[in-house]
Structure formats: C-alpha cells, structure tokens
C-alpha cells in the first residue's frame, strides 16, 4: 500500500521547514512566489491532496497569531496587562488570535500546544520565560517567532526586550545623584536574564564612580516571599543609605521590614524598586521605580511579527524598550 505523502515529505524534498510548505500550499505570506511555485510543483508531483478552498478562504479572512506563556506569566499582573495588549493588538491589525498557556507538565515533557503541532498559525508570540528546552523546540517548528521580555544565547529569534541594563543603571544614578553611595541590592538573578541585567546595570552605575559594594549587601540569590526578605535585611550589622530592589515586590517587602526594625524611608533609608506594578503604589511611603510601557511591548511585538513574516531569511534581531524613572516619596537626598 502506497504511503500517504504529508507535509513533512515536500518540506524534506526541498530541504525546507514544514511550515514553509504549509505557508505555500495555503496561499499565506512567508515564502517568496519562486518557493511557492516549487512547492506547489512538488506537492501536486507528489501527489498531495489539500484543501484549496478551505486554504484561500482562511488567507482572505488575514493572519492567526499564536499567543503562549506559562501558567505562572498568566497569573501575573504584569504579564497580564501585556496580554490584554496584545489581545488589542490583535484585533486592530484583523488577526486571529489563539491564546494557549502552558503548564508546569507540558513544559518539562516538551507537549507543544495542538495549533503549534498542526502549523494552524502564521505566527507566534511568546510571553515571558518557560523553559529554554521547551521554546528550542517551539522555534524548531519553522513557525516566525518573537519572544517577549525574555531572551537567552541559545534562542535564536526575534525579542522584545526591556533594556534593563540601562535602566537600572539609570535607578542607582538616581540614588548616587542624591549622594547615596553604600547602595545595596536585593532581588533573585536566577529567576530571569531580566533580572541578571539589572544586576549588571547595578554594577555599572558603582564602577563608574569608583565605588565598590559591601559584599553583605549583596542578596541577589534571595526568593521573592516576605519572611526570606525580612530575615535577610534582619541578619545584618547595619542597613544602606539606600536599596535598589530587582522588581517592585522586593521593594515593597524591603519597606515593610525596614519599618519593622524601627527605620523611616527615605529619612533613615532609601529604596528603589523596578518595573512600576501595583507594589510601587501600594506602598507607604509610594516607591520609586522605573516605568516600562506594556503597551509598547505589545504593539512592538506585533510590528516585528509581521515583519518576520514577510522576511523570514533575515538576521534575528533583539529590541530594547527604554525605561522611564518615576521619582516617588521612598527616595531623598542622603542626610549627613
């Protein structure tokens, strides 16, 4: 009995990805109108049968987008308004827009979600870390892919990034321009590249003006829970002038325990958080943060989406969002 030939068997004629045939065969953008006609040669030599109406009434009716994060980015705040501007990106631009989350299981078993496996989508947003094993094998589905506010050396495709190197660079200036200069950090680099880069900002805006930080203000290896916070910043001889937190949260936690132990902020201590979430404001007194524009990251996302389909042989390319300083009450000049 003769083998049924499916779309892997033209991809591998050609030497081609899967989803360049199904791009071609479907009548879709993404391959040049040379590639096409070679793949619609083939595929009729071949003998593969496909639904031609059912293909170009899906191409008249635009684009679907594909849209996945882990449970975990979902249940976020802040991941959440990017989704919500993602979804408005969508419906402006008339794409489709298939939203999958993926759970702890799928992403230690590398389960990819049904429209990714079917090549039902024209595109692919991913939102936020999941494991780099699990998006290696979404990227090696051929699928255009950009990646948002995540991005790793082994991850080669498209990224929209926070620069966060820069802006947190630009928060300790802030503190050193207030004449702060025993500044210690919190937060836990392990968790993200963000969040490692904010480190590194750190570290830069210390160098510049020749100052070396006290190796027991250092905690960039501690979990994002409360009662891990308190009992770091109570362990120690003597507080900072000033904190500079990875996120939001580790700055709210660092106010309430520096409250705790007796301390006014920012008379006694200064704090600095990152990223202008819900925390920033709840606080008391409102911390001091760097605003990153969700909205931006969305609309980015979508343009350079498009741009991947329409050019899929260009050099992957990473861009970096600039952040904004919101000057609150946790900040004041150091007091002699």
Same mark, same amino acid.
């Given at each position: 009995?003769?083998? $049924? =030939?499916?779309?892997?068997?033209?991809?591998?004629?050609?030497?081609?990805? $899967?989803?360049?045939?199904?791009?071609?065969?479907?009548?879709? *953008?993404?391959?040049?109108?040379?590639?096409? !006609?070679?793949?619609?040669?083939?595929?009729?030599?071949? @003998?593969?049968?496909? /639904? $031609? $109406?059912?293909?170009?009434?899906?191409?008249?009716? @635009?684009?679907?987008?594909?849209?996945?994060?882990?449970?975990?980015?979902?249940?976020?705040?802040?991941?959440?308004?990017?989704?919500?501007?993602?979804?408005?990106?969508?419906?402006?631009?008339?794409?489709?827009?298939?939203? +999958?989350?993926?759970?702890?299981?799928? !992403? *230690? #078993?590398?389960?990819?979600?049904?429209?990714?496996?079917?090549? +039902?989508?024209?595109?692919?947003?991913?939102?936020?870390?999941?494991?780099?094993?699990?998006?290696?094998?979404?990227?090696?589905?051929?699928?255009?892919? =950009?990646?948002?506010?995540?991005?790793?050396?082994?991850?080669?495709?498209?990224?929209?990034?926070?620069?966060?190197?820069? &802006?947190?660079?630009? /928060?300790?200036?802030?503190?050193?321009?207030? &004449?702060? #200069?025993?500044?210690?950090?919190?937060?836990?680099?392990?968790?993200?590249?963000?969040?490692?880069?904010?480190?590194?900002?750190?570290?830069?805006?210390?160098?510049?003006?020749?100052?070396?930080?006290?190796?027991?203000?250092?905690?960039?290896?501690?979990?994002?829970?409360?009662?891990?916070?308190?009992?770091?910043?109570? =362990?120690?001889?003597? +507080?900072?002038?000033?904190?500079?937190?990875?996120?939001?949260?580790?700055?709210?936690?660092?106010?309430?325990?520096?409250?705790?132990?007796?301390?006014?902020?920012?008379?006694? =201590?200064?704090?600095?958080?990152? *990223?202008?979430?819900?925390?920033?404001?709840?606080?008391?007194?409102?911390?001091?943060?760097?605003?990153?524009?969700?909205?931006?990251?969305?609309?980015?996302?979508?343009?350079?989406?498009?741009? !991947?389909?329409?050019?899929? *042989?260009?050099?992957? +390319?990473?861009?970096?969002?600039?952040?904004?300083?919101?000057?609150?009450?946790?900040? /004041?000049? !150091?007091?002699?």
């Amino acid at each position: 009995m003769r083998k $049924k =030939v499916v779309m892997q068997d033209i991809a591998d004629r050609l030497s081609i990805s $899967k989803n360049s045939v199904s791009q071609a065969l479907s009548g879709k *953008d993404g391959v040049s109108e040379e590639t096409r !006609r070679k793949i619609i040669e083939t595929a009729e030599a071949m @003998g593969y049968r496909y /639904a $031609k $109406k059912q293909a170009d009434d899906e191409h008249r009716h @635009g684009k679907t987008f594909g849209l996945i994060a882990s449970d975990f980015a979902f249940s976020m705040k802040f991941f959440g308004e990017i989704y919500l501007s993602i979804e408005r990106e969508a419906q402006n631009h008339g794409i489709r827009l298939l939203i +999958q989350s993926i759970t702890p299981d799928m !992403r *230690d #078993r590398l389960v990819l979600p049904s429209f990714i496996e079917d090549n +039902q989508v024209d595109g692919l947003l991913i939102l936020s870390h999941i494991s780099t094993a699990f998006i290696e094998k979404v990227i090696a589905q051929g699928i255009p892919t =950009v990646l948002i506010d995540h991005h790793h050396p082994l991850l080669r495709t498209d990224a929209v990034l926070t620069n966060n190197r820069f &802006g947190a660079y630009t /928060a300790v200036k802030h503190l050193l321009d207030l &004449g702060h #200069r025993d500044i210690g950090i919190l937060g836990n680099v392990d968790i993200s590249p963000s969040y490692q880069e904010r480190w590194e900002g750190y570290m830069l805006a210390l160098r510049e003006h020749r100052i070396e930080p006290r190796e027991d203000h250092l905690h960039v290896h501690t979990l994002e829970e409360e009662t891990l916070v308190a009992n770091a910043l109570r =362990v120690m001889d003597d +507080q900072p002038d000033a904190w500079f937190c990875l996120n939001d949260g580790f700055a709210f936690y660092v106010c309430s325990e520096l409250r705790n132990l007796g301390l006014r902020i920012p008379e006694d =201590v200064s704090v600095c958080g990152f *990223d202008n979430t819900h925390f920033s404001q709840m606080a008391t007194p409102k911390i001091t943060t760097m605003e990153i524009d969700l909205h931006l990251f969305a609309h980015k996302a979508f343009v350079q989406l498009l741009w !991947r389909i329409d050019h899929p *042989d260009e050099v992957y +390319q990473e861009i970096l969002l600039p952040t904004n300083l919101i000057r609150r009450e946790s900040t /004041a000049a !150091r007091q002699a």
